[in-house]
Each structure stands twice: as C-alpha cells, then as structure tokens.
DNA sequence: GCAAAAGTGTTAGGATTACACCCATGT
DNA sequence: ACATGGGTGTAATCCTAACACTTTTGC
C-alpha cells in the first residue's frame, strides 16, 4: 500500500507441515483487542451449518519463505502494510495439538490430512486498529477485546494467551508502545497506552515524574490543535537517543 | 538414571525436517560454560581429515513426540538426568540456514539432503558442570566457556548468542539459578552464581539486603562444615511462598 | 460559563549505592 | 598465627506512592 519495498509474489511450494500464526493485537485508546477470523463449515449436502467459531490468522510457509517473511505475508494480506512490529514468541508442535472433531473436519475439508501433525510458530503483531480489511481468505474478520477472547479453534486459545503473556512482558522491558502512537504524541496518549495493554490503571502526575527522567521523550515546541480543552504539548520518541541511554527502560514492572 | 519416570523408549519415524537444538549452559561456580560436540569429517579414501570444528547438541524429533520431550530427549541422552530445567527461547529456519561447504558436506555424508531446509526449534538448558557424560552419538563431548566460543559449525552460533542473552534476561526476572544450587545453599554461592551468569560484579553487602527483603529465602539454624573460615549460614528456596509473594522479583536489573 | 482534559508539587517511605572492618574456622 | 571467606552499618541519593487543584481551550 504506502510502503515502498515490493512484496515478493510466491510462486513456491507451500510446506504442509510448518505453518505461522500471527496473533495480531490492535490498540484504540479503548482497549486492547485481538483479530479474529469467522470459521464456518456448513453441510455440503444439506446446506446446513455444521459449527462456525473462530480462529487466528495464520498460513503454512512456502518453502523458499523465512518464518519471519511468512508472518509478514500474513499481516500483510490482511492490512496491506509492511514493516509492521512482528515478534516470535513461542513454537507450538505437540502431537495432538489437532484432535477436536470440528479442526478435523475443518482440516479434511480444507485438502489437508487432520493426522498429521502440523507445528506452528507463533507471532504477535501490535497496530492501530483501524488500517485492517474486513475480509482475508474469504472470511469474515473481526477485532475483539482481549478480556472477550474465548472459544478458539484448534490449540488457538493457549497461543493467543501465551502471545499475551508475552506481549505484556515485552511492553514493561521495551519500546514496543511507539508502533501505536503517531510521530507526535500526548503524555496522556502515552499513559493510556500503557494502561490499556497492560490492563492497569497509572497515576498521571507519577507517570509524568518517571517519562521526564526519559531523555529519549522529547518534548516538542507543538500543542494539540483543535480539541476542546487546554491543549497538550507534543512530545517524540528518539529512538538513536533511547538506544545510547539504554540503562534506564521504561520499567513499568508492578 | 535417578528419575522415577521412566524414559519413553522411541519407535517412531524422524522427522527429517524438524529439529531441536540444545544450548546446555554449565556453571560451576567459575564460570559459565556452553555444552560442544566436536564435529570431524574424515575422507573416506584417504583417511584425511577434512575438518574438525563444534556443534551444539540437537536432534531430529519424531512424529509422536512433543516438542518439549525431544528437547528432554537430548539432554537425557547427554546426562541420563530427567527434570532439567530447560526453556523454548527461539525457533529458527531461514531457507538458507545451511549453506557452507562443511555444513553441507557432513549433512550428504549423514544421509540427509542438504537442500532441504531445516527447522529447528532452540532450546535452552542449566545445569551444575558436573553430571555429564564425555560422548554422545560417538562424539567427544566438551564444556567450553561462553565467552571463548566462535566459529561453530551450522548457525549454532546464532543460536547460541540468542540463548545467552535469553538466558540471561530469564535470570534478571525468574528464580531460575536455584537449579544450579545445592538444596541448602549459602548467600555467597547465591551471589557468585548472578555474577558468573550474568557477567557483573555484585556488592556483598547491597546483596544481603536486597535478599534479606524476599522472604521465600530461608534462613536455616545450620551452618555450612568443614571449610577453613568462618562457617557460612545456610539457606534455602521456598518456592511456594514465592509464588505467594510474587511481586518482589529478583530484580537484578542493572 | 461550562465541560474536558492538561498540567503541576509535596511528603513519607523504601530502595540503591558506595564503602571498610572484625569474626570464626582449619591448618 | 595466618589465610580464608563470612558477616555487618551508615549516609546520601534516588525512586515510589499517594494525593487535589488550577489552567486552557472549544462550544
């Protein structure tokens, strides 16, 4: 879309074997939610539905494709953005990590042998909420909040915790909040950030105390225009000055 | 060896494609050290030898088996030890993760198919120095000091330096060195074993204060014996009222 | 003038750093 | 008696937590 590095066409063969699912996490200021797509299988014969529930975004990997390059294949189909944060957290490859009844016929109906086993490499992503289509192979995709997750098909549910877990460790020892916000932003967008991911609620003045230790938080010479309250001073994140300073991170640990 | 569970015998087919690989740290109050296998191709002709450098220790996992067991397969064929703390830190399978001459030559020679990429998922492992046999898969089997390894074989060097810093980051926020303890340890053991594994120098006194706040550290009425100074008190790792008073971390940050 | 969010300071308690000497034991 | 590591306290600085009112803008 707006980036300029061409995305590679793939015209190799797909591993049956190894796939990557991105367990992408989108941030509103509201809350924090996580993409989900519609699965519905519906009777071939009768027409009827047989279940419709929800997965996680994900894809087998092309044989020639690094992991990484996959996961941004995935994101990419669903946003159309490049250089979007990506992060491999943990690989998931238990034996019978696919034995409920719905997955394999999901599977069996999908081309695929449901006795085999199929090891995952899970991502998570981070963006803003808006920037994502409302369709991706065909199926209905939706942003829930994280606190409404449940139900997920095949081993879904544990990747989608465990890439929570994960992400909120990240965010206390990196920073991973900048990706949301825009070049220019408030104290208060930035304490929000905070907040809603990692699901706390922060003293604004102490919050305040500890980002001005912060060299790398520039204030700016810029307020807010346009809203209906006394407008607040912009500040950036320099990210050359965070990596000289970089003792002192951003440690929010409870 | 010492463990009750008896260690599953292996039946099944080998995934050719799929591989864990061990990064086995050692500490022994010196020092840190990494588990290496000596690798040495021979000409077959001639007798020559082609070359001779290290690996880390992995293995291909079978179809039934979970990611986690064929990591603890490893280590079991290493030690005969069952219950070694060992994490998932990182899975790894750029296309090209193999491409040296070397590397491609001892994959030929071992029945595998060099242009077949493999994935492998990292793992990492500590244990106390002793209690490892000096052969595995009829390969010498050598400790080497973290900070004196280069020029491994494969991308094993890679992997190494990700576990080391995961090891080490693990170490800043999880009770994980009381694995490398006796039952009953002194607070100098306890330091040294910080300072070795992360690479700092820690002040005794800030040390025993900081430790003196989390009360999962026990003090003993018992004294260490037979040493040529002043017997040190003992202590031991109350793992469950640490999980009680979870919030006060080893916070070794520095 | 009202609503809405921005911005600001103090105090008390706890944590961190830097630093040097005496103690108990085995040989 | 000596070598070895064990064990202890203080002062200065910094960080954290709790807490409430004034300011600036758009409407």
């Known amino acids: 879309m707006n980036s300029s590095i061409e995305q590679k066409t793939r015209v190799g063969v797909l591993n049956d074997y190894l796939s990557v699912d991105c367990v992408i996490f989108g941030f509103d200021f509201n809350q924090l939610n996580v993409l989900l797509v519609d699965r519905v299988m519906v009777d071939e014969l009768t027409g009827k539905e047989l279940f419709n529930d929800l997965t996680l975004t994900g894809n087998h990997i092309y044989e020639d494709e690094d992991l990484d390059e996959a996961a941004a294949r995935v994101l990419f189909d669903l946003t159309g953005l490049q250089d979007i944060y990506l992060e491999q957290f943990k690989t998931f490859g238990a034996p019978d990590r696919i034995k409920r009844e719905n997955d394999r016929a999901w599977l069996a109906a999908n081309g695929r042998d449901p006795d085999k086993r ?25 942003w829930t909040p994280v606190a409404g997750v449940r139900d997920l098909a095949f081993d879904h549910m544990d990747i989608f915790q465990e890439a929570l877990v994960a992400l909120r460790k990240k965010l206390l020892r990196e920073p991973i909040g900048f990706e949301l916000l825009p070049e220019k932003f408030t104290l208060s967008q930035l304490q929000r950030l905070y907040e809603v991911i990692l699901g706390v609620e922060l003293d604004k003045r102490n919050f305040r105390k500890k980002v001005a230790r912060m060299k790398y938080l520039v204030p700016l ?24 300073n970089r003792k002192e991170l951003l440690d929010f640990a409870i």
Chains 1, 2 share one sequence.
């Open 118 to 142: 199929i090891v995952t490499v899970g991502y998570y992503s981070l963006l803003a909420t808006d920037k994502v289509t409302l369709e991706w192979k065909g199926r209905n995709v939706r």
């Open 221 to 244: 010479d810029e307020k807010q225009k346009g809203v209906a309250h006394k407008p607040a001073r912009l500040y950036n994140f320099d990210r050359d000055l965070y990596e000289l």
